[in-house]
């Protein structure tokens, strides 16, 4: 069971930090994605870290503005939202992929698991 939080309304230029944590199955073995769905769009990659962590990757979109991290002993994961534009805006989710897959996994069958989402809106 994945559980995402940390979405919210803010303006633009503004900053969030979503989590992703797991409850009964441990990060360690598992690629870790972002992906989000906005509004009348397709569900779209977002940023991915690898299961040790040594890896990141992020959409062209993101790139140089959000930076994934993991804590495998918290059984977190972050995904840190710098400078927030009104395109950012859409439903969050987290998802889990077996480390036996190739790295970056960006198509969401690459993903095993996933939590319920969270809302981040950005006004202009």
């Known amino acids: 069971q994945l559980q995402a939080s940390g979405g919210g309304l803010v303006q633009a230029g503004d900053s969030l930090r979503l989590s992703c944590s797991a409850s009964?199955?441990?990060?360690?073995?598992?690629?870790i994605g972002w992906f989000r769905q906005a509004p009348g769009k397709e569900r779209e990659f977002v940023a991915a870290?690898?299961?040790?962590?040594?890896?990141?990757y992020y959409a062209h979109s993101v790139k140089g503005r959000f930076t994934f991290s993991r804590d495998n002993a918290e059984n977190t994961v972050y995904l840190q939202m710098n400078s927030l534009k009104a395109e950012d805006t859409a439903v969050y989710y987290c998802?889990?992929?077996?480390?036996?897959?190739?790295?970056?996994?960006?198509?969401?069958?690459?993903?095993?698991?996933w939590g319920q989402g969270t809302q981040v809106t950005v006004s202009s």
């Open positions: 998802a889990a992929g077996y480390k036996t897959y190739a790295f970056p996994g960006t198509t969401s069958n690459e993903y095993a698991y």
């Open positions: 009964g199955r441990t990060f360690s073995g598992y690629h």
């Open positions: 870290v690898s299961w040790n962590g040594g890896s990141t």
